[in-house]
């Protein structure tokens, strides 16, 4: 696939077939999970890429995976010489170093995730032969050091700029020069996972899981502390102990980066504080660069929506949650459950951001315990992340801390507002704009979303009968109009106003294969994107449920749901990007992260499978240290027609 070009075929979108006929569709032919495993054990791609023209003719494309790099690799370095692709870097823009190893080593991630792809419209990077086009890929975490031992968020995220030239007589795209993002003006990065493109070009980044404040210092083994690693996140990046001078504050993660490329192949990033301090997984700027819905990858989790004050500018705004005001369903014939908006506060990045500055502590403006405080009617009991909590704001009627508790701890201030804080792990957000419909991907449909679970809350009108755990996608219909729960208007014609079932997963018994989802359906969907060229939504997978996680292509107006490409065993899914025209070509973005995960211990009813499975994914992968950022290409099966 050396000279493969990247979907190839729709370079030619709207040109003439047979120099009358235009373009019609683009369908994809499936391809059947792997079964063997040389190829369980890497990137296995057997679809078709189909583009119809007007005339019935049809050309089509043979789909493969081609990677720019794994990481841990050395790749060219912006402005000269090397650099280590997913290398750690501390706030002094220093090499992390593994030294628990025979040999100390800097620290990469073998889990690349967010990737935006984009142009610029006068570059200066040097030695390109065709165009330059730049890609902005963040790294989530490491799994574990070189001992072995679980490294899980104790390290700041990596963000980096790549250059790629691209072929003009291809599409192909071959990596120039790597830029490492510096992070130290935003205190760093913590757990990065999806991202989206801005309609303005920038890369929308995320830090998907909160440092857990009131419990960041409870005993080892407290069930509200889902934030274990944080102090080791504040050493390995300020040097510094969590909770000392110098030392990293809670507050400042949790929030929504965004990284501006230039032209020389760099990149400057800045951080929003005032879109909600939640589990950002990915976020979804609608067409009219001013609403914003917002992936929230927990347990007892909600769907935020921000309406920025100016477009292309997410310093101001105003927060909103969701509150069903009709009952869920999981069933795909259902027009689906009404939505109104409670608002949770006006703010600005600047004014949050001082705030934290400020050294305001939760005590400050929020009590939280996870003592039964039941006999004080002050508190509310509400549940986070499946763990009760009881909460009541320090002062309702001082506008600042009632900001600070809005903004800094959002979950908690939604749960106390009366959202419907109920759904679990809301992930990718992504918008189809012709129809006004944005899609968001349940990972999990369990725990706070079941009637009778000891997390749920019935008067979320989110009380399931029984658990999916295969998850689903849902449909958002948006529309403007919208009032929120106070009654005032919503500034925005891109309210989602009902949200119903589109796609949903099945659960089965373990299969031969160690499938406890149909593998010939959607298994824990997380990234999602979006082609308006293409009328397809694509979905990867971060499936615990497939032994080898899929990326699927799903046709809305056929329902026809195809898959494209089998992941290595255990890896998740990632970095999906649909990008419908650069310079004049196609492209979908694919990553994966953590292969091998879990496939030691996979139900694989065949031990010599399994063990050939492992052994293989530990040759092509560095035994399990090393992941792949990349692309799919697409070669003619017929000649291409002028």
């Known amino acids: 696939m050396a000279t493969a070009s990247l979907l190839a075929g729709c370079s030619n979108i709207g040109r003439a077939a047979s120099g009358t006929a235009g373009y019609a569709a683009t369908s994809f032919t499936a391809m059947a999970a792997p079964t063997d495993a040389a190829a369980m054990a890497t990137t296995t791609v057997g679809s078709v890429m189909n583009v119809h023209f007007s005339d019935d003719t049809v050309r089509r494309y043979k789909l493969a995976y081609q990677p720019f790099f794994l990481t841990g690799t050395e790749v060219p370095k912006q402005g000269g010489g090397i650099i280590v692709a997913g290398g750690y870097y501390d706030i002094h823009n220093k090499p992390i170093m593994d030294t628990s190893g025979a040999t100390p080593r800097q620290y990469f991630s073998d889990s690349p995730d967010g990737t935006s792809l984009l142009a610029l419209p006068n570059p200066t990077v040097p030695g390109i032969k065709g165009k330059a086009v730049f890609a902005v890929v963040q790294f989530e975490y490491t799994s574990s050091d070189a001992a072995g031992k679980d490294i899980y968020g104790q390290l700041p995220s990596p963000i980096a700029v790549l250059t790629l030239d691209q072929d003009q007589s291809t599409g192909k795209l071959t990596l120039v020069q790597y830029h490492n993002v510096d992070t130290s003006g935003v205190h760093g990065l913590w757990i990065t996972c999806g991202a989206s493109l801005s309609p303005w070009g920038t890369h929308l980044s995320s830090e998907e899981y909160e440092p857990n404040v009131p419990f960041l210092d409870a005993p080892a083994g407290n069930r509200n502390n889902t934030s274990p690693y944080f102090n080791s996140f504040s050493l390995h990046t300020f040097k510094a102990a969590y909770g000392t001078p110098g030392g990293a504050n809670p507050y400042h993660y949790g929030h929504v980066p965004e990284v501006t490329v230039h032209p020389d192949g760099s990149g400057s990033i800045k951080k929003h504080y005032c879109l909600g301090r939640i589990s950002h997984e990915l976020i979804q700027v609608m ?16 769907l935020f929506m921000f309406v920025a004050d100016r477009k292309k500018d997410l310093s101001a705004g105003t927060l909103y949650v969701a509150k069903l005001t009709s009952s869920l369903t999981l069933d795909t014939a259902s027009a689906g459950a009404t939505l109104g908006w409670i608002k ?41 992340d499946k763990n009760a909590n009881w909460v009541k704001l320090v002062d309702p009627a001082d506008a600042r801390l009632v900001k600070a508790a809005a903004f800094l701890e959002t979950h908690r201030y939604a749960n106390l507002k009366g959202a419907s804080m109920g759904f679990t792990k809301l992930e990718g957000t992504t918008v189809n704009i012709k129809d006004k419909i944005a899609y968001s991907a349940l990972q999990n449909i369990q725990d706070s979303m079941i009637a009778g679970h000891a997390a749920n809350r019935p008067e979320t009108n989110i009380a399931l009968p029984q658990a999916l755990r295969s998850g689903g996608v849902f449909a958002h219909d948006l529309a403007g109009g919208q009032h929120d729960t106070d009654g005032a208007a919503i500034d925005s014609e891109w309210v989602p106003a009902r949200t119903r079932a589109l796609l949903l997963g099945e659960d089965i018994a373990a299969d031969a294969l160690g499938n406890k989802s149909n593998p010939d359906k959607i298994g824990n969907p997380d990234n999602l994107k979006f082609s308006e060229k293409m009328r397809t939504l694509f979905i990867g997978e971060d499936s615990s449920r497939h032994t080898n996680n899929f990326l699927w292509a799903y046709h809305v107006d056929t329902g026809k749901l195809s898959r494209l490409m089998s992941l290595p065993a255990g890896a998740e899914s990632t970095g999906l990007h649909a990008v419908d025209e650069i310079n004049g070509w196609t492209y979908i973005m694919s990553n994966f992260q953590h292969p091998g995960e879990g496939t030691a211990k996979a139900a694989i009813a065949d031990k010599r499978l399994r063990a050939d499975v492992v052994t293989a994914i530990d040759q092509n992968y560095g035994n399990k240290y090393q992941a792949a950022v990349g692309y799919l290409t697409a070669d003619p099966l017929q000649p291409k027609l002028s």
């Open 287 to 302: 067409p009219d660069e001013r609403t914003v819905l917002m992936g929230d990858d927990y347990t007892n989790g909600g």
């Open 344 to 384: 949770l506060g006006h703010a600005t990045s600047d004014e949050i951001e001082a705030l934290i500055d400020s050294g305001i502590r939760l005590d400050d403006f929020m009590h939280v315990t996870d003592t039964d405080m039941r006999a004080d009617p002050g508190y509310t009991k509400i549940f986070a």
